[in-house]
Nanobody, 121 residues
């Protein structure tokens, strides 16, 4: 499974950005995809995740709930993260992840993208 993120960039506080993550390869059976972020000197933490099968249950870290929205396009094997009302503390490298188990916001996903930088000033 290969994951390619896009959509990062720089924005002022209060602004919005949208991230995309396209999965390719042996994607049949992927159950969950998520977005994680890692700021310099800090651990990687789960931001949002979505079931890619069934009803598409979503999971959010409390720090982003109400500001970030994760969604999916099953036909395109793509997951999106819409980030609104961004804050400087949202600055981090954002990584997409996928797994064949519903890992929700756990960091033990098997497949990871290269990351895309989000900077909020």
């Amino acid at each position: 499974v290969q994951l390619v993120e896009s959509g990062g960039g720089s924005v002022q506080a209060g602004g919005s950005l949208s991230l995309s993550c396209a999965a390719s390869g042996s994607t049949a059976g992927i159950m969950c995809m998520g977005w994680f972020r890692q700021a310099p000197g800090k651990e990687r933490v789960g931001v949002a995740a979505i079931r890619t099968t069934g009803g598409g249950n979503t999971y959010y870290d409390p720090s982003v709930k109400g500001r970030f929205t994760i969604s999916r396009d099953v036909a395109k094997n793509t997951v999106y993260l819409q980030m609104n009302n961004l804050k400087p503390e949202d600055t981090a490298m954002y990584y997409c992840a996928a797994d064949f188990v519903n890992k929700q916001l756990a960091r033990s996903y098997d497949y990871w993208g290269q990351g895309t930088q989000v900077t909020v000033s």
